[in-house]
Structure formats: C-alpha cells, structure tokens
C-alpha cells in the first residue's frame, strides 16, 4: 500500500527528496544537539554517572535485577491468575442462558471502562483493611488484584473472539456427530481457541509488563521502576537510570511483540489448523469497552 | 449518607481528567497524523524515525514517560514548559508524556486506516497527476480518518483511563484524589464505586457514540 501512494520517482522528485532529507537531517540534529548540550550543562553525561551499569556488576544486583525479578513475578502470577478466570468469563458470554451471559457481560464491561491504576489503589486499600496480609506483600498483591481484575476481562474478550473466529462447519459437524453443547465447548471449540489465540495472549503480556510500572510509582511496590528510583537516589544519575529502564523495558517487551507476530504468521500459513487466527492487530479492540469481536467466522472453512 | 464526600474536590478531579484527556488527544492527534504521514512517505529517513519513533515508545510503559518528565526533564534538566507553580508545571509535563506515548497509538490506529483504502484510490489520483502530498491530503487521508473513527475511539478510551498514570507525578486528577480519600475515609467500597462509576460514566458514552459515528462515516465498499 504504502509505495502505491507515489509514484516512482523522476530527477526532480529525487532532488526534493534530497532536499527533504537534508532539512529532516538538519532538524534532527539540531533537537539531538540541543538535547546534548542541555544534558552536558546539567553534567548528565559524566562517565561518574554511568560508570554503575559498565564497570561493575553492583547496580545490577542490588537494584535492576532484584527490581525485575518482581516486575516479571507480577506479570507472570496475573497472567496465569487472569487466564482461567478470562476462560470461564469469555465461554460464559457465549452461553445459551440469558442469566448466565448478561452477567458475565456486565462484569467484562465494567473493569474494562475502569483504569488498572484505580483497581490496585481499591485492591491496596482492601488487603490493608480486610486481611492480615503484611504491608510488605500488600503492594505485589494489590498490583496483581488489579492487573488480574482488567485483564480477566480483556482475556474474556480473545477467548470469545478465539471461539468465534473457529469456523461454523467446526460446531455442526460436531453436532451432527451428536455431540451436546458442553461437548461440543470441551472437546472441539476451547482446545482449538487455544491456538487461534495465542498471539493475542502473548501481545496481551505486552500490557501487563507495561501496567506493573504503575504498581512502582504509585503504589511503593519495588518493581523495576521503583528500585531505578532508589538507584537515583543513591547516585544521582537520573538520565542514565531511566535510559537503562526503558532500554530493559524496549527489549523484554519488543521480543514479545515480535514473537506474537511471528506466532501469528505460522498459526495463518498452517495447513493442520483452521488457519483462524486473532491476531495481534485486533487487541485493541477487545481492550476498551463496548467493542465486541466481530460475530461469525472468520476463518476459512476448509471442506 | 455521603458525609465523606466532605471536602473533597470530586468533581475538580475529574476535571482535571477531562483536561488531560482533552489537551493531550489533540496533541495526540496532530502528532500522530504527522508520524503517520511521515511513516508512509517517501523519504527514507523520515519514514525510519517514524517507524523507530513508534516501536520504541509503544514498548516503554507510560509510567517511565511520566515519571521521566518529571524527575528527568523538569528535576534534572531544568525543563518546565514555561510553567512556575508546582501544580502547573507537572499537569504540563502530563500532558506533554501522555502526547509523546499516545501519538504511537494514533499512527498505528491511522496506517490501519491508510491500508483499508482500496489501492485504486491512490492510483487514480495519481493518474491524475496529484503529488505525494496532494494525494493523502485529498484523498487517502480523509477516506483513512473515516474508517478509522473506530481505532482512534479505542485509543481516546485508553488514554482517558492512562491519564490516571499522572497520579504519579502528583496531578490532583480522579486517581490521586481517590488514593487520598481511601487513605483518609473508612468508606472504602462506597468511594471506589463512585470514582469507577465516574470512568463509566467518562468512557462508555465516548465509546457508544463514536462506535455509532464510526458506522455513520465509514465510507461504504
């Protein structure tokens, strides 16, 4: 699409171009040479402040690795939290019984419209008035309350849409079969959801990566972010501690991204599967409120 | 029955997040729509920043950005948007990081829509001797924004509840407010019904009457 919206280019055009470029250059480098300069006035880029992350090992261990281990802890207890409860949510919308589906759908709708940040204050706030968890544990269980909460419901979502991207012929050749309704769900619908939905869930740990962040600023959980935030305060190197974060961040949330993709692409060409897929670029649909996965097949029934 | 309401600015506060929201979807906007152009032109090294612009900031999670205008740009490097006051200078840089995250999501919510216009369009409107930027001004773009009311509905959703993210560089919005109250309050589960009815009440609407415009616009195939 994108090299349809111009034509190849003649001499004039690939002057323009040229000529383009050397503004876009010359701009860019001006923004990166204000950007240097300011962070040299302010003796940002003194070696003294960087030295922690490349001459020795100590600014990883007692403050990075220690601070992910708990940024990954999170993520992964809400994720294996969150995936039944989403199971049971997304197969409950697609049920028969009117009192068993507008419940369901009331609570997906909800905690969907309500931001993850004010679930984890509601869940810090309840753990601290209602249980004996130690204020140690309170923040970790707070953060996974609330990522649990939201992404039960998104994670209903790609199962609906994973069931309904399965292509009609899958349920009436299993109920010619004679199979019942619940049979027809356990045997043939939800083992090949699985599949269909892979990358969505995969891109989906993408957000919950993201969201435990929160968790550091707001919360006092001693996450990634929240032991950069002591680092800085034990050397002063602001700009150097969050440059190491986001690079962290970029890495473990960009290979995830890209293995999604690359799932999506196999699951699409497979010749063992139904080749229905939902992917990657349809989760933000199914993340906001009052969007519903498109009803029907979306995969090519193959005779 | 509401007695512990008292002295709370509830309504304020979500002002506040209407602000937020309003200020940084228009620079969001603008912003977006540059990238995208730029994404999708012919100059390489245009359409490479764009495309890094997008990849990396998408994979940082807001709160760094935020938390990044304040300790970094503000603390460190001195960088307050013209503002003197506390409150107004951190409401700025808010708005200035939810812009910087939220315009990755706009470019990708208007390259989907630049995709769902049929290659003919462009071809005839180049046959017709239009330039690069005469043909996405005349008639890719405004056929894309149509079909892409229902993406960019999405990410105003999503930024209307990202905009609690700014509780962190203490902005009074909806979110920081709450934190207080159920600090302070024993009510816990009646305040946390109210502040959850106020994001229904701020993002269903916005979802069903842009999902209703969506349909009313999307240019029929």
């Known amino acids: 699409m994108t090299s349809v919206l111009y034509d190849a280019q003649g001499p004039s055009a690939k002057r323009r171009n040229v000529l383009y470029t050397a503004v876009f250059l010359a701009a860019l480098a001006a923004v990166l040479w204000w950007v240097y300069t300011k962070l040299d006035d302010k003796g940002q880029l003194d070696w003294v402040l960087w030295k922690p992350f490349f001459s020795s090992t100590e600014a990883w261990s007692t403050y990075i690795w220690p601070g992910l281990q708990n940024t990954l802890k999170a993520a992964a207890l809400s994720m294996v939290i969150a995936l039944p409860l989403g199971a049971v949510l997304g197969i409950a919308r697609l049920s028969d019984h009117v009192w068993v589906r507008v419940p369901a759908s009331i609570v997906v709708e909800f905690f969907r419209a309500i931001p993850v940040l004010v679930l984890m204050i509601f869940g810090l706030a309840l753990f601290a008035k209602y249980t004996n968890v130690s204020s140690d544990d309170r923040p970790l269980y707070a953060v996974v309350t609330g990522l649990v909460l939201y992404n039960a419901s998104v994670l209903a979502e790609i199962v609906r849409a994973g069931i309904l991207a399965l292509p009609k012929g899958q349920t009436e050749a299993a109920m010619a079969v004679g199979l019942r309704k619940g049979q027809v769900m356990r045997l043939i619908l939800l083992p090949q959801s699985v599949t269909v939905m892979l990358p969505a869930l995969v891109s989906q740990l993408v957000v919950i990566v993201k969201d435990t962040a929160l968790g550091g600023a707001v919360l006092t959980f001693s996450e990634l972010l929240a032991s950069a935030n002591t680092m800085i305060g034990y050397y002063g190197n602001t700009i150097a501690s969050f440059t190491v974060v986001a690079v962290i961040f970029i890495l473990i949330n960009f290979s995830l991204t890209t293995f999604a993709s690359w799932l999506e692409g196999r699951l699409r060409r497979s010749k063992k599967s139904t080749g229905a897929v939902v992917g990657v670029e349809m989760l933000e649909d199914l993340e906001t409120v009052g969007h519903a996965p498109p009803v029907g097949p979306g995969g090519k029934d193959k005779a | ?221």
């Not at chain 2, 706009?106 to 290659?119: D, K, M, S, Y």
């Open chain 2, 1 to 221: 029955m509401f007695d512990f309401l008292d002295g709370y600015d509830l309504l304020g506060a979500f002002w506040t997040t209407v602000q937020l929201t309003l200020l940084a979807g228009v620079g969001s906007l603008v912003w977006g729509t540059l990238l995208t152009a730029m994404r999708v032109g012919p100059v390489p090294l245009m359409r490479g920043f764009a495309t890094a612009y997008v990849n990396i900031v998408r994979n940082i999670p807001l709160t760094v950005i935020i938390l990044f205008t304040s300790l970094g740009l503000s603390q460190t490097l001195g960088i307050n948007l013209g503002a003197e006051r506390f409150e107004s200078i951190n409401f700025r840089l808010a708005v200035l990081g939810l812009t910087a995250y939220t315009s990755a999501f706009v470019c990708e919510a208007l390259r989907a829509g630049i995709n769902t216009v049929p290659v003919g369009q462009a071809e005839a409107a180049r046959a017709i001797g239009l330039s690069f930027t005469q043909v996405l001004r005349l008639v890719v773009l405004p056929q894309a924004f149509r079909s892409a009311v229902g993406p960019l509905t999405n990410v105003l959703i999503a930024l209307t509840k990202n905009t609690t993210v700014a509780a962190a560089i203490g902005v009074a919005e909806a979110a920081a407010l709450m934190k207080t109250m159920v600090e302070k309050e024993a009510q816990l589960i009646p305040i946390a019904s109210i502040f959850a009815l106020g994001f229904v009440i701020l993002t269903l609407p916005t979802g069903l009457i842009l999902g209703w415009v969506g349909k009313k616009v999307a240019v029929k195939r």
